[in-house]
């Protein structure tokens, strides 16, 4: 099975910009991985802030973007709030018979 | 609004089997699937599988193949998840959640806590 990895922790100050990335032990992430990325806060179920590589639910706030940089996806967040302080999911679709999805190890940010 | 709603929490003796079900709403039940999620404590999201409301189909994590089967009842928009043969390892909070292609979840259920304990 393929793994997914991602940055274990980010910090970031109160109005900045940080990248979190998604890499996959196959090789580059394309948008056929159809890249999702979730946010967790403590206590609480997951939300999904992005699909497909950088579609935005009704929810998600407008700072946050999804893209591919570099061969991995990518999420970035612009003007950091300290409500973003949570960890932070991607996932990836792969192809083939079994269809599998994976979740990468998450990314804690701290907004500090 | 499409909601997810799951079973309480359960508590079951290693070897027993536990069965946590979703009810949906806000939406056409059979126009989606249903991934299961669960996450140990203090770790990661980990998929286990995905079954199509419309038709059945599953596919399951393969570290649970055998372990693990997901059904749903169209008559009640509800969708099950049991797992048997319950380890230690197998503590978790299980979550369900509305899949779109082959098992990408965009709405979530609350969570339920499965504690496997002796």
């Known amino acids: 099975q393929a793994v997914v990895t991602q940055e274990p922790s980010l910090t970031v100050s109160p109005g900045g910009t940080v990248t979190l990335t998604c890499g996959s032990s196959?090789?580059?992430?394309?948008?056929?991985?159809?890249p999702y990325w979730f946010q967790q806060k403590p206590g609480q179920a997951p939300r999904t802030l992005i699909y497909?590589?950088?579609n935005k639910h009704s929810w998600t706030p407008a700072r946050f973007s999804g893209s591919l940089l570099g061969g991995k996806a990518a999420l970035t967040l612009s003007g950091a709030q300290p409500e973003d302080e949570a960890e932070y999911y991607c996932?990836?679709?792969?192809?083939?018979?079994?269809?599998?999805?994976?979740f990468g190890g998450g990314t804690k940010l701290t907004v500090l | 609004q499409v909601q997810l709603v799951q079973s309480g929490a359960e508590v079951k003796k290693p070897g027993a089997s536990v069965k946590v079900s979703c009810k949906a709403s806000g939406y056409t039940f059979t126009s989606y699937g249903i991934s299961w999620v669960r996450q140990a404590p203090g770790q990661g999201l980990e998929w286990m599988g995905w079954?199509?409301?419309?038709?059945?189909?599953?596919n399951y994590a393969q570290k649970l193949q055998g372990r693990v089967t997901m059904t749903t009842d169209t008559s009640t928009s509800t969708a099950y998840m049991e797992l048997r043969s319950l380890r230690s390892d197998d503590t978790a909070v299980y979550y369900c959640?509305?899949?779109?292609?082959?098992?990408?979840?965009?709405?979530w259920g609350q969570g339920t806590l499965v504690t496997v304990s002796s």
């Open positions: 996932l990836l679709s792969y192809s083939g018979a079994r269809g599998d999805v994976v």
């Open positions: 497909d590589t950088s």
């Open positions: 079954i199509s409301a419309y038709n059945g189909n599953t």
């Open positions: 959640a509305r899949a779109v292609g082959w098992g990408r979840p965009d709405y």
């Open positions: 196959t090789g580059a992430v394309t948008s056929g991985h159809y």
